[in-house]
T-cell receptor
Framework: GEDVEQSLFLSVREGDSSVINCTYT??????LYWYKQEPGAGLQLLTY?????DMKQDQRLTVLLNKKDKHLSLRIADTQTGDSAIYFC???????????FGAGTQVVVTP | DAGVTQSPTHLIKTRGQQVTLRCSPK?????VSWYQQALGQGPQFIFQ???????QRGNFPDRFSGHQFPNYSSELNVNALLLGDSALYLC????????????FGAGSRLTVL
């Protein structure tokens, strides 16, 4: 079956880079996503990558995809206190509309 | 431009009761998906509605049902509530059933006592 796994917690100092990792099992994944959730809020799409790409950069965010190892990472440059949140990795396989999410990585940014 | 709106934001029910949650999709979107997010977990896919029909369904019992209206808004109904149904219910809309981007609402927090 499909499974998406993430580490549960990451602590980073303000101004440093954060790297959040994710592994998935569905080899038919077409798109992979990073969403951000702040306390009491819904999910905000940060970025996504098509499965035939290796890397995507969007301002402070860099997504790396290793399709062979089914590994996805999100790097946040110059991490700010406003980046403190839970980050979810998700994949969409062949089934339209069904996104498979990981359990989320809580990122805490300390001054 | 309003995004995805959900109501109510919070509600409390007791075991055995029924609940209806509502969702209005983002302007221009015609497809609605529902997700359940239990505390400390990622969202789990419940089902997707497109053209007023359920198109896909996740691993949820028949107690969970839904509806989509001609204006693309949607309802999620849960019957015979269990304590384990306590969760944040998220509605997401998209441009079509096969769209690669979901826009989420802020969710409805259901507590079952």
């Amino acid at each position: 079956g499909e499974d998406v796994e993430q580490s549960l917690f990451l602590s980073v100092r303000e101004g440093d880079s954060s790297v959040i990792n994710c592994t998935y099992t569905d080899s038919s994944s077409t798109y992979l996503y990073w969403y951000k959730q702040e306390p009491g809020a819904g999910l905000q799409l940060l970025t996504y990558i098509f499965s035939n790409m290796d890397m995507k950069q969007d301002q402070r965010l860099t997504v790396l995809l290793n399709k062979k190892d089914k590994h996805l990472s999100l790097r946040i440059a110059d991490t700010q206190t406003g980046d403190s949140a839970i980050y979810f990795c998700a994949e969409r396989g062949d089934s339209w509309g069904k996104f498979q999410f990981g359990a989320g990585t809580q990122v805490v940014v300390t001054p | 431009d309003a995004g995805v709106t959900q109501s109510p934001t919070h509600l409390i029910k007791t075991r055995g009761q029924q609940v209806t949650l509502r969702c209005s999709p983002k302007s221009g979107h015609d497809t609605v998906s529902w997700y359940q997010q239990a505390l400390g977990q990622g969202p789990q896919f419940i089902f997707q509605y497109y053209e007023e029909e359920e198109r896909q369904r996740g691993n949820f019992p028949d107690r969970f049902s839904g509806h989509q209206f001609p204006n693309y808004s949607s309802e999620l109904n849960v019957n015979a509530l269990l304590l384990g149904d306590s969760a944040l219910y998220l509605c997401a809309s998209s441009l079509s059933a096969g769209a690669n981007v979901l826009t989420f609402g802020a969710g409805s927090r259901l507590t079952v006592l």
